[in-house]
């Protein structure tokens, strides 16, 4: 089960409650306020169906911090928190724990306890700016890298056209030779047909001529 690391006192009815709302809210800019209204303002209560729930007024002693420390450990195993790098889980781990230490060092002092707050905040705007900067490079990064790669895509298929359009000029060539090479044979089909039937005919005429000097001797 997950534990707070800021302690509550237990809830009290709304009603019960609604005067030290109202105090808590201006208790910052007010030059009279108590430390209790101040302590609530710059670590506001749980507000839920069951009631409200301020923050503990209560001393911390030595066991109760070394608890603290203990239930650290617990809760970064707990929540799988990493301890190096950004780490979202880590950070909100932090947060509740340190919620805590400035609960326990504003029951000493308010006024130290409402500067860590601050520092704390200036802290955590600061972690947040840089995470989005973090976030905004990667994802430069990545379309960086998604145009590089649209660019090797591109270049491969400018290769591959170019290759494309050689190979196209080569086969208009292999078509041209091929058509002047098929013109050529039936060139010298048409010759070798021509001589063929001119020797044929003069074949035939000369029988013709031997077939009647034949007659002749027979007559």
């Known amino acids: 089960m997950r534990q707070n690391f800021l302690r509550y006192d237990p809830p009290l009815p709304y009603e019960d409650a609604e005067d030290r709302l109202k105090k808590a809210k201006s208790a910052l800019t007010s030059a009279n306020a108590a430390m209790e209204d101040m302590l609530n303002a710059i670590l506001p209560p749980i507000v839920s169906e069951q009631g409200v729930q301020f923050v503990s007024k209560e001393i911390s002693d030595q066991l109760q911090i070394l608890q603290l420390s203990q239930q650290l450990q617990s809760q970064m195993q707990a929540r799988q928190a990493r301890t190096f790098g950004i780490c979202p889980i880590r950070l909100n781990i932090y947060r509740e724990l340190f919620d805590e230490l400035v609960r326990q060092i504003s029951l000493d002092c308010i006024e130290r306890g409402i500067l860590l707050k601050r520092v704390l905040n200036n802290v955590y ?92 001797f027979i007559q």
């Not at 430069?140 to 190979?167: M, R, T, V």
């Not at 050529?184 to 005429?205: M, P, V, W, Y």
């Open 125 to 216: 705007n600061q972690i947040q700016q840089t995470q989005v900067l973090y976030e905004s490079g990667v994802r430069y990064s990545n379309l960086k890298l998604q145009l590089k790669e649209n660019q090797f895509e591109i270049k491969k298929i400018n290769d591959l056209e170019a290759e494309n359009l050689q190979l196209k000029r080569e086969l208009n060539d292999i078509k041209f030779k091929m058509e002047g090479v098929e013109k050529n044979l039936q060139e010298k089909r048409e010759k070798e047909k021509k001589r063929s039937d001119d020797e044929t005919a003069f074949l035939q005429k000369h029988v013709e001529q031997l077939k009647n000097q034949l007659k002749g």
